[in-house]
Each structure stands twice: as C-alpha cells, then as structure tokens.
C-alpha cells in the first residue's frame, strides 16, 4: 500500500499527493479516471454546493490534486464525490468492543478488487486546522476507516442504495469524522447536522468504551449500541428494521449475511474479549471472514486493527488469513497526539 504523510493545508495535501504520483507515471486522467458518466458530472456538480458549505477544505484538497496532475477539477470532483452514490463493489466487515483489560479495540477488512491493489494507500495527515489521523483507502482523499490522535475509530461498510440523492458520500464522511471529532457522541451529533447523500453504516468507537454502528442515509439515521455485550459489528447490509426498505437486492457475492451471522456466533460465545480474539476473528480462524477466491477477482486488500486506549494501529496488507499484521507506527511519531 502506499504510504504517504501530509502537512499543511488541504491545498498543499492534495498538491503534494497530485505532483508526486504523476512524477512516478500515475496519471490520474488516463489511467485511473474513466468512463465517467454525464449523469455523474451533473449529480457532483450539484452536490459541489453542499461541499463546500459543509465541508470546503475537501474541495480545496481535490483542487490541489487537478492542479498537481495537470487536469480539470470538474472531472477529478466528478470521480471522487460521485463514489458510493454510483454503484461500487466494495465489501468491509467492521467490529468494535471492549476487552475484559478494559482495552477498546476496533477491527476492519476491506474486501474489493485485486487488480487495483497497487493503488491502495494508508495515508497520515497532519493538516491546519484538524486533528491528526492516520487513514486507509482504495482511493484517495475518502477514507474507509482510520483513526486520530484522540483514539477516536471510524470504519464504514457500504450499502448498495435505491436512488442517488445529494449530499457527502460514505468516504469523506469517514474523512469528516476523523478530522472533526473527537468521541462517539461528537460524531453522532456530526451526522445529524450533515447533508448525507450515500447508504452505509459507519462503526464509531472512542477510548472512553463508547460504541455504535450508524445505519444511515439521505433520508434516516439509526444509531445502533451495544445490548448485552460491550461490542458491535456490522458488515454490507442494514439490519435495523426501519432502515431495511432501503436497501437494494444484489447478488450478495461477498457473503455479507454469512460475515454478519459469523461474527454474531463468536462474539457472543467467546467468554472474554482480548485483541488476538479480533484478529483472529477477521483472520478468519471462527468462521467465514475472509476466505474468498482470488481467482473470483477480489478478496481482502487489507486489514486494520486500533488499540484505542493505547493509541496503538496494526495493519495487515493483504489477507489477514495469509499476512501478517505490523504496527504502523506513525501512530507514535506524526499522528501522536497534541
């Protein structure tokens, strides 16, 4: 995965990250960027408005990006805004929980194509005005989980949605999150104020031991916490009930249910809950996790495990049933906590 830090303001992030991978031949416009639709330039066009009222830093990180690259912003916003509220195959499974130590860990697989694994990035920013955060991504300015220097945790899943509508999509509402929060409840009250466009749940979890996974989108939001066991968990479907008639019915090839009902069986039978309970869990070692067919063209691209009371990030690049896990430990030295 690539690893790249960034300082400075969101322009100079996004700059920074445009000049450097078009020096090293990536370019963004011929060989990432295609087949993107009229009807997504105009959806993103429209949104813009919503961005940069509620979140304009991210529309100067992209711009900075167009400007590194050399190509037009419209087309560059078109591609990263217009994620998740146009269909993509993106598969994740999310668990947060507390050890019987009193230790609030946060666990994610990201499961999407292979043949994109080289693009993958594991980015730390250290930017004005926000707090700092180490964060992953099968893109780039969006994030799907990450965690910042107060342990705050965030992960989605994405959920395939009915209809496109206008507002922040799963990836830089994760990005939102961990730059603008602090706790479980700052984020809650986050997404209440926030124009939502995508369909997702996003798992929250902060070193204090609070917790919830947050079904939402357009239209509702269900906050769902722990019930008899300090843990929650969630993978790529709704299960609210009120939430459910959202939900479009696609062929479900990456075992959404399967993922749910294996970790519902093993959280709820193991008698403590440590961190190696975890890993082992998204290793696959109680059930059905991540034991895909590559051949199929997908599989876990990584794995992240936070100890957020030590303020500690192990990741796995690969599957976590064949990789092991190392600590990132830029969580000790840029991302260390103000």
Not at 103 to 112: L, V
Not at 302 to 315: N, V
Request: one cysteine or more.
């Amino acid at each position: 995965m690539y690893q790249l830090n960034f300082k400075g303001s969101h322009y100079d992030a996004g700059l920074q990250f445009g000049s450097k991978i078009k020096s090293e031949g990536w370019k963004l416009k011929e060989q990432t960027i295609t087949d993107i639709s009229e009807e997504r330039m105009e959806y993103v066009g429209n949104a813009v408005e919503i961005y940069q009222r509620e979140y304009p830093e991210i529309l100067e990180e992209i711009k900075g990006i167009a400007d590194g690259q050399e190509m037009e912003f419209e087309l560059l916003a078109a591609f990263i805004l217009g994620m998740y509220s146009f269909t993509i195959d993106n598969h994740c499974t999310c668990i947060a929980l507390r050890t019987s130590e009193n230790h609030m860990i946060f666990g994610r697989n990201s499961d999407f194509l292979v043949e994109l694994e080289s693009k993958y990035g594991s980015y730390c920013y250290d930017l004005d005005n926000s707090y700092r955060f180490i964060g992953n991504s099968t893109a780039f300015v969006e994030m799907e989980d990450g965690i910042n220097e107060h342990g705050l945790a965030v992960g989605f899943t994405f959920i395939y949605s009915r209809e496109k509508k206008l507002g922040l999509n799963a990836g830089i509402i994760v990005r939102y999150l961990l730059e603008k929060c602090r706790t479980v409840e700052e984020c809650i009250k986050a997404l209440e104020a926030m124009t939502i466009g995508s369909a997702q749940t996003l798992t929250i979890a902060d070193p204090s031991g609070d917790m919830a996974v947050v079904e939402c989108n357009a239209h509702e939001l269900v906050t769902i916490r722990p019930k008899e066991r300090p843990c929650v968990y969630t993978t790529n479907h709704f299960n609210s009930v009120s939430m459910k008639k959202y939900m479009e019915a696609p062929e479900d090839i990456l075992f959404s249910h399967l993922r749910y009902k294996v970790a519902s069986e093993a959280l709820s039978k193991e008698e403590e809950y440590t961190f190696d309970f975890v890993k082992d869990l998204l290793s696959g070692k109680k059930g059905f996790m991540c034991q895909y067919d590559r051949a199929l063209g997908a599989d876990t691209v990584w794995s992240s495990l936070y100890d957020l009371t030590a303020l500690k990030y192990y990741r796995c690049e690969g599957n976590p049933s064949r990789e092991i896990y190392k600590e990132d430990l830029r969580m000790q030295s840029s991302c260390k906590k103000k």
